[in-house]
């Protein structure tokens, strides 16, 4: 299954505090690294240096667990399934013509 994922800095502390989250954020990005039964097809940051996207497939959810709570103290986790558009047409196509 494939996924969207999208992250927002967790802020809060005082600017000292957000300083030392960042860059406890940094240090441990700079250790992970994906868990192997998860497909990263794109990892894209924000200029706004707060905010990012995943695009991502695996066929076990844990893995995106794993991944999410390994940063969770830092960022706000929004976790969407997908399928690809020409899919999602089709399943909608159908479902209209049921009601049809």
Same mark, same amino acid.
């Given at each position: 299954?494939?996924?969207?994922?999208?992250?927002?800095? &967790?802020? %809060?502390?005082?600017?000292? =505090?957000?300083?030392?989250?960042? =860059? &406890?954020?940094?240090? !441990?990005?700079?250790?992970?690294?994906? *868990?192997?039964?998860?497909?990263?097809? =794109?990892?894209? %940051?924000? !200029?706004?240096?707060?905010?990012?996207?995943?695009?991502?497939?695996?066929?076990?959810?844990?893995?995106?667990? !794993?991944?999410?709570?390994?940063?969770?103290?830092?960022?706000?986790?929004?976790?969407?399934?997908?399928?690809?558009?020409? $899919?999602?047409? *089709?399943?909608? $196509?159908?479902?209209?013509? &049921? &009601?049809?």
């Amino acid at each position: 299954m494939k996924y969207v994922i999208t992250w927002t800095a &967790r802020e %809060g502390g005082s600017a000292g =505090q957000n300083e030392e989250a960042t =860059q &406890r954020a940094l240090e !441990l990005f700079g250790k992970w690294t994906p *868990e192997s039964n998860l497909q990263i097809h =794109q990892l894209v %940051g924000g !200029l706004d240096a707060r905010t990012g996207v995943c695009v991502c497939e695996t066929d076990d959810p844990h893995a995106i667990v !794993l991944t999410t709570a390994y940063f969770a103290p830092f960022f706000s986790y929004t976790v969407m399934p997908v399928m690809d558009v020409q $899919q999602t047409v *089709e399943s909608i $196509q159908a479902a209209t013509a &049921r &009601r049809g």
